[in-house]
């Protein structure tokens, strides 16, 4: 097998799981929505100042995934293109997850204090930042230049 043919392997299941991810916070969005306009679900009288606080520290997390992931991903000059490839797999499904958990959070906060925008904000924003990251081969490959050969890959040269 290639070594592009590699990266494409695991590059694909993380594109599925992407999309699958904006989907679905679309439709919970949606879904969140029309439960808070319908009526369907109560406001819980949930202190304003509480609820600006916890949106506030929910929305830091959008800005705190990008540096979770590069940590996560960060390897030893010595590491492995195994090594490399695996935790820049986990490095951007953890991004991707806190993304995700602050838009559900998010859309949770809508629901418990009556607000379709803030509903529609998390929703979207958690949507956006997961649309503006997609799993590029590119990005693996870049990672994988200064990586070591397996054992059992040929040395180049």
Known sequence: MSDFEDIVRRVRPLRTIWLAAIVGMVFFTIV??????????????LPYGIAVY??????????IAPFVRRRIEKTPSFATHSEVARRWQTGWLV???????????????????GATTWALAFGVASAL????????EM???????????????????
């Open 32 to 45: 969140a929505m029309y439960l808070i306009r319908s009526g369907t679900v109560r406001p819980v009288g």
């Open 54 to 63: 916890t949106g506030m520290a929910l929305a830091a997390g959008l800005f």
């Open 95 to 113: 991004g991707q997850a806190i993304k995700e958990g602050v838009g559900l959070a998010g859309l949770v906060l809508g629901l418990l204090i």
């Open 129 to 136: 930042s997961m649309l503006m990251t997609p799993p590029w």
């Open 139 to 157: 990005q693996l490959n870049d990672r994988l230049r200064g990586a070591r050969p397996d054992s059992g890959e040929a040395q180049p040269g």
